[in-house]
């Protein structure tokens, strides 16, 4: 899992072991794969020539409900003082009020390891509610759209809870917002992306999957001495998002100094989907695709780049496989053939020595 960050975010962890980033006033939590927005964060404390040692002074994460975590001389809050007294008047209905003034700070929160989203019945029966939230979210901060990617207890994260309560429009509704998301967070909802294929949210959301770190966006051409196919000039794996010109050299096998390469306009983007040639749930996913035949579904980047590498990886591993089959197979029907006609001719044999009788 991979983050774009500043030079001076820092990086600790829990007593678990589970990795956090911390930049700005943000926190992000690895493990959820999202960013969370934090209370008495002051920039000035990351000013360190070396950010190895940003936490000399010792850390400490409350990670069983994640209210809290302190380091250095100060506690970083995922909630403030404020929070509750606004979000008690918006339960008052205050977000159907014209003029009502949306704060963020009432909504997004996380308390006893759950949010605004996953306590409740804001996802699973109050739509009106859930869409001006969201709505607000987009408008004020995209960054506060990424604690829908955050789980609870149970693991479950928004879209699981809308999708239990059999709610079409939450569902789409969600998807449609986590669409908006830099980071797709696959691993999260991964186990139920078989149950969405029948969603019509869920082609938006595989349309904006395909995801651009800051290297990817900069990097605006490529030589190649040919390219794969029309849309997808050259596909590759890596273990990592992050990518540089040692990556385009030695895995891509872009060549700038060999002048007989040809040069591709490109935008470069990556995709999640280690999980579906190595994980029982991402064949799943690929079967239930087959079954519902959704062909708009295979016409988004992340099917079509997944096809693709799937094609180009295992096509020649596929045909070593049956090829010894086939040819077998072959060979029996060819002697069955000449089987066949042997005791035809047997038979017109003795057809003809009985009648010369």
Partial sequence: ????????????????GNPFLAENDYLINCEQGCKLKSYHFKISDFD?????????????????????VIFRNFINLS??????????????????????????EGYDYVLNKNTVFTEGSLVTQQFEKLQFILKNYHSLDPNLLESLHYSNE???????????????????????????????AIPTIKDIFKDLISYQGFEQYLLEVPDQTVQMINK???????????????????ITSYVDEDY??????????????????????????????????????????????????????????????????YSRKILILLLPCYVIHMIGIFTQLNLSETIRAYEFADRDVDISL
Avoid: C
């Avoid at 693991?155 to 980071?183: F, T, W």
């Avoid at 190649?224 to 849309?231: A, I, M, P, Q």
């Fill in 1 to 16: 899992m991979s983050f774009d960050v500043a030079n001076n975010a820092l990086f600790f962890q829990d007593r678990q």
């Fill in 48 to 68: 360190q020539e070396n950010v190895k040692f940003g936490f000399q002074y010792g850390h400490r994460v409350e990670d069983k409900t994640h209210n809290w």
């Fill in 79 to 104: 909630f403030s003082y404020m929070t509750f007294v606004i979000k008690d008047n918006f339960d008052k209905l205050g977000f159907v009020v014209d003029d009502f003034v949306f704060d963020s």
């Fill in 154 to 184: 149970d693991g479950h994260a928004p879209i699981h809870l809308a999708l239990q309560s059999k709610n079409n429009r939450m569902v789409n509704l969600i998807l449609s917002y986590m669409a908006k998301i830099d980071y797709a």
């Fill in 220 to 238: 605006q051409t490529i030589m190649l001495r040919n390219k794969e196919e029309n849309e997808i000039i050259a596909i590759q794996g890596s």
């Fill in 248 to 313: 385009f050299a030695k895995v891509m096998h872009e060549d700038l100094e060999d002048q007989s390469n040809l040069t591709f306009a490109v935008k470069f983007t990556s995709i999640r989907a280690d999980w579906l040639m190595n994980e029982d749930l991402g064949l799943q996913f690929l079967k239930e695709m087959l079954r519902q035949k959704r062909r708009d579904l295979f016409e988004t980047p992340y099917i079509k780049m997944v096809t693709h590498y799937l094609y180009k990886n």
